[in-house]
């Protein structure tokens, strides 16, 4: 045991405990939400590298945080891993997910970073057999050396690709051997600044290659999970090849990928793209390709991704509306890709950040639920398209031609009227369960 955490308890669920009490009021694993327990439903996990590797910087200032593990050897790796494993028993968080350079020192070498990596991965495993946490899923960091300036996947230098096709294999291999559920493609540099030096058809190329040869590479080895593409719009680069969830879809459709990659979506991501994050999962989930999603939010004022624990609930009930609608989580689930503001330096304000945002999920999920229970959007939904049930309207949709359909128009058999779209009463529906 280390002392970081030291005169923390676990946190139970307590809704009546006083307001200076770390516990949660909404969030309990065991109460049947929809016929599953709502840890079932929700399946938390803590991101590593926001929660034990981020310095606490920002664009205008360096580190604030003084983490006694910080630091370039496996000695502190370890270390970081048992404060890491002491902080889920304490939230009772049943997944975490990492990058490679989350949790392992960088080595001189690829080589001796794969050895540091291997030795971590062992490390974490018999961690995970002890405790029963789990691995959501694993990731690669190819965006943060300087090596990764010009992209990964994407880059000018066949040899940046080749190295970050190897460490993708590697950071697969670790997963499977963990047992993740999941294997995610980050493209943290995947885009370009300008287009004065980017031929963006080679570089496209370039991505669905290697998006390709992950594929083959899950199948070889047996790995059961799902492979995840993290949709990012403009986030550092100026434009992301993978920017939205329609972007995705349509880059897995030209490399024939579509039915074998999902995506895993971010609020913060989505506000960026201009989007909503219920328009994303909605998007993901017509298409075919819904995954998992990385639960936080962004500063509205700011107009950066910002990765703040969430603490909206409207937000979040409409974004499990659409995760209920589309089934529910199978493979995939919340991830708190969420990070402390600067300023937050007490270990107590990283439990306590991870309580609230579990808690502000849990009023969403099971508002989301009791809405999805009542029909009522659904109802009035049906009800607006209805008139496409029609046989003539099938007909319309499916055989007709412009010159058949411009005789029955100019016949006068129908005369359309404008019909409202009830808006502010579906919002006023809305916060009834909000």
Not at 194 to 222: C, F, P, S
Request: hydrophobic residues 40%.
């Amino acid at each position: 045991m280390t002392d970081f955490f030291a005169d923390i308890s676990p946190v139970k669920y307590a809704p009546d405990a006083p307001a200076d009490t770390l516990a949660y009021r909404h969030y309990n694993p065991d109460e049947i939400v929809a016929g599953k327990r709502m840890e079932d439903h929700l399946r938390f996990a803590v991101a590593w590298w926001h929660s034990f590797a981020w310095p606490g910087g920002d664009p205008f200032g360096g580190q604030t945080f003084d983490r006694p593990w910080f630091g370039n050897t496996m000695d502190l790796a370890r270390l970081k891993a048992d404060v890491a494993f002491e902080m889920f028993a304490l939230l009772g968080q049943p997944y975490y997910c990492w990058h490679d350079a989350d949790i392992r020192p960088e080595g001189d070498s690829f080589a001796q970073s794969k050895r540091n990596f291997e030795e971590i991965i062992d490390y974490l495993g018999t961690k995970m057999e002890t405790q029963g946490t789990k691995l959501l899923w694993g990731t690669a960091n190819l965006f943060s050396h300087r090596r990764f300036m010009s992209g990964a996947a994407t880059n000018p230098d066949p040899e940046v690709f080749a190295w970050s096709a190897a460490t993708v294999k590697n950071c697969l291999d670790a997963t499977h051997k963990l047992k993740g559920e999941n294997y995610v493609l980050w493209g943290g540099r995947e885009g370009y600044e300008t287009l004065l030096n980017t031929d963006l058809k080679r570089e496209r190329a370039q991505a669905g290659r290697m998006l390709q040869m992950v594929v083959d590479y899950k199948h070889k080895i047996g790995f059961k999970g799902g492979i995840l593409i993290e949709p990012k719009p403009q986030e550092p680069t100026k434009h992301q090849y993978d920017y939205d969830v329609a972007t995705v879809y349509g880059f897995l459709k030209e490399f024939g990928l579509e039915g074998e990659v999902q995506v895993n979506i971010e609020q913060g991501h989505a506000i960026l793209a201009g989007h909503s994050f219920e328009h994303e999962l909605a998007t993901a989930s017509a298409l075919g390709i819904f995954g998992s999603i990385d639960m936080n939010r962004n500063d509205y004022q700011s107009g950066w991704d910002t990765d703040q624990f969430p603490n909206t609930v409207p937000e979040v009930a409409l974004a499990y509306y659409e995760v209920l609608k589309a089934g529910g989580f199978t493979t995939g689930g919340t991830n708190f890709d969420a990070k402390l503001r600067r300023q937050s330096l007490d270990p107590v304000d990283l439990i306590a950040a991870h309580v609230g945002g579990m808690d502000v999920c849990a009023r969403g999920f099971k508002a989301a639920a009791a809405m999805l229970a009542d029909g009522g959007l659904e109802e009035a939904r049906a009800a607006r398209y209805a008139g496409w049930d029609a046989p003539q309207a099938q007909t319309w949709l499916q055989d007709a031609t412009l010159d058949q359909i411009e005789t029955t128009v100019a016949g006068g058999a129908i005369d359309p009227q404008p019909r409202s779209g009830r808006q502010e009463i579906l919002e006023n529906y809305v916060n009834r369960f909000v």
